[in-house]
């Protein structure tokens, strides 16, 4: 049975073309995805992203806990409200789920996962929680707003009370705080500035209202994954997986291989992996024929082997095709992706593409 968020009937009244998502019934756009795109890029945007599932994690394990199933190390949260991207591992270091972790308090930490993986996360750290001493609440009840563009926060800000606005605007990026009933995170995943919002089921429709209101333009699927592809950010189930180490997934960076004697799920396979010299490289792609990238296409890289693009489409931004490859190891920067039975000249290249509206690739 498909799945739907506090906010369908108000999606369904705007119009919305409503898709399934992972088993949730969600917006895919409002009329049309490009001009949502350029609405987040220009000026603000609002996603509902209720179907992502909020776990919050107690006790006085939770510390070491986190440490054992994150391959980034949560020991460098001593804030409050501080936020960290990290991945679950399986033992061979492929990624159960990417997420975001916020320090709440010595033996308090909230996490946000996917949506197309909710079950699966669950069931994996409620099994590896049996050896420590925490809790583990799915937050099911919470509510998820996302409200990006560079006017975000400004034009947002109003649907938070007085007393605690001023606070929120003040957030650092990848920090939150409760404010009131509502807990406000600066993260996002569209490459832009802006919050992500967390509420009571019950209150997320008029907080959308208020929001809406306020000229942030009701966003969908489509143009969130757009943004995403174009900032460089990767999808769980195309970009990675659990046959995929992160390290051949362009997130090396989110593993704390220091303190050395940490142990955490899925180190010595990473470990290894980070010795081979032949691991596959995660890059960006430029079309330089016309068409349009895809994923699972087939790359080719003469006299060095075959990649594939795991994300690819049109860029509303370069007004161009791009994408994302795991591509055989080598220092070049041409290949060729075969489509419709033909082999098209590609660029390699460093993402993100954009990154709070700036084009970060030569053209």
């Given at each position: 049975?498909t799945k739907a968020t ?74 409050y409200g501080k936020a ?138 489509g143009a969130r994954d ?138």
């Amino acid at each position: 049975m498909t799945k739907a968020t506090p906010l369908n009937a108000t999606h369904r009244k705007a119009g919305a073309r409503m898709v399934d998502f992972g088993g949730w019934d969600m917006p895919l756009h409002y009329g049309s995805q490009v001009e949502e795109h350029h609405a987040v890029r220009g000026n603000a945007g609002v996603f509902d992203v209720s179907h992502m599932t909020v776990v919050d994690i107690g006790g006085t394990g939770a510390r070491d806990f986190l440490r054992f199933l994150l391959a980034n190390d949560i020991a460098r949260l001593e804030q409050y409200g501080k936020a960290m991207y990290s991945c679950m591992l399986t033992p061979d270091g492929g990624v159960v789920d990417d997420l975001i972790t916020y320090f709440l308090g010595e033996n308090d930490y909230r996490l946000v996962v996917n949506a197309a993986t909710r079950d699966k996360d669950i069931a994996w750290i409620d099994e590896q929680a049996g050896a420590f001493d925490v809790s583990v609440d799915e937050r099911a009840e919470l509510a998820m707003i996302a409200v990006q563009g560079p006017n975000a926060r400004e034009l947002a800000a109003g649907a938070i009370d007085e007393q605690h606005r001023a606070a929120a605007l003040a957030l650092q990026p990848f920090t939150a705080a409760a404010a009131g009933d509502l807990f406000v995170a600066r993260t996002g995943y569209t490459g832009e500035d802006g919050w992500e919002i967390i509420a009571a089921g019950e209150q997320v429709a008029d907080l959308w209202q208020r929001i809406t209101a306020a000229g942030v333009q009701p966003c969908g699927l489509g143009a969130r994954d757009t943004l995403r592809l174009e900032a460089g950010m990767n999808l769980y189930g195309s970009d990675m997986d659990e046959s995929t180490s992160p390290l051949e997934s362009g997130l090396g960076w989110t593993i704390a291989w220091e303190p050395a004697e940490r142990e955490f799920i899925g180190r010595a396979a990473v470990e290894q992996m980070r010795l081979d010299k032949s691991r596959r490289r995660f890059c960006g792609l430029l079309l330089e024929d016309k068409g349009v990238l895809r994923n699972h296409q087939r790359i080719v890289v003469e006299g060095v082997g075959e990649g594939e693009i795991t994300s690819g489409g049109f860029s509303p931004t370069l007004q161009r095709s791009i994408a994302m490859a795991r591509l055989p190891a080598g220092d070049y920067q041409r290949a060729q992706v075969e489509m419709r039975g033909k082999l098209l000249d590609v660029r390699v290249v460093k993402m993100p593409f954009v990154r709070y509206g700036k084009i970060k690739v030569d053209l």
